[in-house]
């Protein structure tokens, strides 16, 4: 997770999943709690 800066705008997330090499990126502006949505992602992981 990336999140946004002085300079740059927007915060970033990518999830590696296992057996691919790239990740899913998503971008969200600065107005978005990007930590709200990884704990809503992590809630939905199966441990």
Same mark, same amino acid.
């Given at each position: 997770?990336? $999140? &946004? %800066?002085?300079?740059?705008l927007? &915060?970033?997330?990518?999830?590696?999943?296992? %057996?691919? &090499?790239?990740?899913?990126?998503? $971008?969200? $502006?600065? %107005?978005?709690?990007i930590?709200?949505?990884?704990?809503?992602? $992590?809630?939905f992981?199966?441990?």
């Amino acid at each position: 997770m990336e $999140t &946004a %800066g002085t300079f740059d705008l927007d &915060a970033e997330l990518k999830i590696w999943l296992s %057996g691919s &090499a790239t990740p899913i990126e998503k $971008t969200f $502006t600065k %107005g978005v709690d990007i930590y709200e949505v990884q704990a809503i992602l $992590t809630q939905f992981v199966a441990k």
